[in-house]
């Protein structure tokens, strides 16, 4: 095995600790305390619970992480296997961040399926609203079966279907979408009442998208769940976080949540440290000169490096680090 090393394996080896940030990410999400403060500020039918009685409501057993798939025919989480899962791993099937389900203390027929994604970038490029749309279609058609049939002895058929809800928590947003949350659901328009006794059908209501933007500031938000994810997704070291998320947002630290936040933190740490040794950001990968003098500017002004040790490794050019260095000076 030829040992050198080669662009390819760099962006490899680098890529792969976004993919471990992003799952842990998604173990953090996942834990009932966390899940509970985010269903209370996004879903209507459990904001007037407790976050207690929320969390007694979520289903522990029907959590899946990364594993229930979106395409048609593949997300029913009853025939995904940990063997199917390694299988594909490399075909880029699409799978949610997290699914489970919720079932209110009034029985079955208010049981909701919840799907929960963490998204870097609330721009990507397309409407993450329709990408949300799209998700909770593919959660209606995949009750097919398990929760409702369209047999025609059934006298039920689609009323038996269950509400979902696809809450997108977005990161890195423009200004003029931070610091809000933003619910989308099926409304009924009267185009025209010739009758006065017009009685509206109100349980057609199956469908939620709900898009958090964070500010990207622990300290800005009035907000509490934006808050609590502003804290809990930001770059202050893991003792400061959970000390924070303990005492302003009364998130219990539990072994789990302890470890995972630790976790998280040490890994977006080893992102920033990666970048610093090896010179290597965003810009740099995209090939971007601003970019690249962007990245260096910002891992300087974090304290992660200086230009004069930038200049020692060799990897960039004089007029590339004379312009970092003209730039803080401005």
């Not at 050198?4 to 996942?30: G, H, M, R, W």
């Not at 025609?152 to 200004?175: L, N, R």
């Not at 302003?248 to 040794?277: R, Y």
Request: hydrophobic share 35%; charged share 25%.
């Amino acid at each position: 095995m030829v040992n050198t090393p080669t662009a390819l394996a760099s962006d490899i080896e680098k890529e792969n600790l976004f993919i471990q940030y992003d799952k842990s990410i998604k173990k953090v999400l996942a834990n009932k305390p966390i899940l509970a403060r985010i269903l209370k500020f996004t879903v209507n039918e459990l904001s007037t619970l407790s976050l207690q009685q929320i969390e007694s409501c979520i289903d522990s057993n029907s959590v899946m992480l990364g594993q229930t798939f979106v395409e048609p025919g593949l997300s029913n989480p009853k025939i995904i296997s940990k063997q199917l899962e390694d299988d594909i791993s490399g075909e880029g099937r699409i799978v949610y961040d997290l699914r489970f389900v919720v079932n209110l203390p009034d029985g079955e027929k208010t049981k909701i399926i919840i799907n929960v994604e963490a998204q870097r970038k609330s721009n990507p490029g397309y409407s993450i609203v329709n990408r949300g749309i799209f998700y909770t279609a593919r959660l209606l058609s995949a009750q097919l079966n398990t929760e409702f049939t369209n047999n025609g002895s059934d006298s039920a058929q689609y009323d038996s279907m269950k509400k979902v809800y696809s809450i997108w928590i977005c990161m890195d947003c423009p200004e003029d979408k931070k610091d809000s949350i933003v619910s989308y659901s099926l409304k009924p328009e009267i185009l025209y009442q010739g009758n006065n006794r017009l009685n509206i059908d109100y349980t057609y209501d199956y469908v939620g998208v709900v898009v958090v933007h964070l500010s990207g500031n622990s300290e800005c938000s009035q907000n509490q769940l934006i808050g609590m994810l502003d804290t809990l997704l930001s770059e202050m070291d893991a003792k400061a976080k959970k000390q924070k998320l303990q005492e302003e947002f009364q998130l219990p630290m539990t072994v789990e949540i302890d470890q995972e936040v630790s976790d998280m933190c040490n890994l977006s740490l080893g992102l920033w440290e990666k970048a610093a040794t090896e010179g290597r950001m965003q810009g740099v990968r995209e090939g971007r000169l601003e970019g690249r003098l962007d990245s260096l500017r910002n891992m300087i002004l974090d304290g992660l490096t200086t230009i004069d040790k930038l200049r020692a490794t060799g990897r960039y050019t004089s007029e590339e680090l004379d312009s970092v260095a003209k730039s803080l000076k401005q």
